[in-house]
């Protein structure tokens, strides 16, 4: 059984810090052969792609809003994903998931931070997690 778990959520002030991590058990492929990306979604908007890292991490995307602000990184030894997030805003307040994919590509890695095509990238990620909550008070 598959599980994507999300951790590292929580409440912060303005201009703080926060480090998201995911993690992925029973994939039916080794943790590297799978595109891993973070999708927000906030309070009566749709979801946001807000970075997405290939395979051995070497392409990294992210999203205008959080582009120098975010950090994605993965360890695919211990077949983690992470987020490191400065600089917070209250805007970026929004459920968290991790989102894993065999199918998706480059293309839909990078498509799926951009305001078009995103949702249609989206479909491509096989395996989602619950999210965890993030919360930035002004």
């Known amino acids: 059984q598959v599980q994507v778990v999300e951790s590292g959520g929580g409440s912060v002030e303005a201009g703080g810090s926060l480090r998201l991590s995911c993690t992925a058990s029973g994939l039916p492929w080794p943790f590297r052969d799978y595109i891993m990306a973070w999708v927000r979604q906030a309070p009566g908007k749709e979801r946001e792609g807000v970075s997405c890292?290939?395979?051995?991490?070497?392409?990294?995307n992210y999203a205008e809003s959080v582009k120098g602000r975010f950090t994605i990184s993965r360890d695919n030894e211990k077949k983690i994903m992470s987020l490191e997030m400065y600089d917070l805003r209250p805007e970026d307040t929004a459920i968290y998931y991790c989102?894993?994919?065999?199918?998706?590509?480059?293309?839909?890695?990078?498509?799926?931070?951009?305001?078009?095509?995103?949702?249609?990238?989206?479909?491509?990620?096989?395996?989602w997690g619950q999210g965890t909550q993030v919360t930035v008070s002004s």
């Open positions: 989102a894993a994919s065999n199918r998706a590509g480059l293309t839909e890695c990078r498509q799926i931070v951009q305001r078009l095509g995103s949702s249609a990238a989206m479909e491509e990620f096989e395996y």
């Open positions: 890292i290939s395979f051995a991490g070497s392409d990294l």
